[in-house]
């Protein structure tokens, strides 16, 4: 669970100043699918950075499960992001002279765990997102789709608690995008975990219960559930989506 109280962040720019995220008031409760939308350059992946904890708030606080998450020292940080946030990004972000399945491992090496209950994780996890006959591949023989199933598996394969993706469909084709995203879905729903998504695709976007809208730092939620009102005639006569038509 999160909860961001006035979070703000700013950034020199210049001789100024350019605050990517201001006043940002929200919830996320436990096992919520958010979508996240804006304009290039509006705050979204500075957005992400705060729920991932790899940057700190200028003001204001993000608290994940009680821990004030710009309170505390790096040192700490580092377990906190290891144990609990799985990050998949636009550019996949996988480790070229690493196969697929030496690059989901990396993400269990931080946790300690024995080398062969890696490997085990790891090949279940990429048989999980469809690419159990390739765990041998290397980044360079796989393709954008493959490549971004395998950096699924890499954020899946430690069990998170939240996943963040960063527009993880940019770099794909329509079809293939639609897959990647149907695969996420997926695993949130089996597996209950809290999934962020950002995406320029308000058909993506609306895929999620709520959006959180971005517009230069400040974030408003759309409920994508709420039904959608067509007016017909003199104001009062609103009906909701799909009721039966007048004969
Ligand atoms: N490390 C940084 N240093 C300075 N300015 C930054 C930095 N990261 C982001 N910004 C600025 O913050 C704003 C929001 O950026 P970002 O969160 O990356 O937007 P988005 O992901 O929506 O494209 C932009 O004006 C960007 O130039
Ligand atoms: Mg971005």
């Avoid at 909860?3 to 950034?11: I, N, T």
């Avoid at 996320?28 to 904890?53: C, R, S, W, Y």
């Amino acid at each position: 669970m999160y909860e961001l109280k006035k979070l703000s962040r700013v950034y020199p720019k210049g001789r100024g100043k350019v605050a990517a995220l201001s006043g940002v008031d929200l919830e996320i409760p436990d096992g919520e699918f958010i979508t996240v939308q804006g304009l290039t350059g509006h705050g979204k992946t500075t957005f992400l950075l705060m729920l991932g904890a790899l940057d700190k708030p200028t003001s204001g606080k993000i608290i994940f499960d009680g821990k004030d998450l710009g309170a505390m020292p790096e040192s700490q940080l580092v377990d906190v992001r290891a144990q609990n946030f799985g990050f998949i990004f636009q550019n996949y972000n996988l480790l070229p002279t690493l196969n697929a399945e030496e690059n989901v491992e990396a993400a269990l090496v931080p946790l300690g765990i024995p080398t062969a209950e890696r490997r085990a994780r790891s090949i279940a996890a990429l048989t999980e997102v469809g690419l159990g006959d390739r765990v041998g591949h290397f980044p360079s023989e796989m393709s954008g789709g493959e490549q971004q199933r395998v950096a699924i598996a890499r954020a899946l394969v430690k069990e998170p608690k939240v996943i963040l993706a960063d527009e993880p469909t940019g770099n794909l084709d329509e079809v293939t995008s639609l897959e990647i995203v149907a695969l996420m879905e997926k695993l949130w729903k089996q597996r209950g975990m809290t999934l962020v998504l950002v995406t320029h695709d308000t058909k993506v976007a609306r895929r999620a219960p709520r959006t959180a809208v971005i517009t230069k730092g400040k974030l408003t939620m759309r409920d994508n559930r709420a039904p959608k009102v067509i007016t017909q005639g003199p104001p009062g006569a609103a009906k909701p989506a799909g009721a039966p038509k007048p004969a």
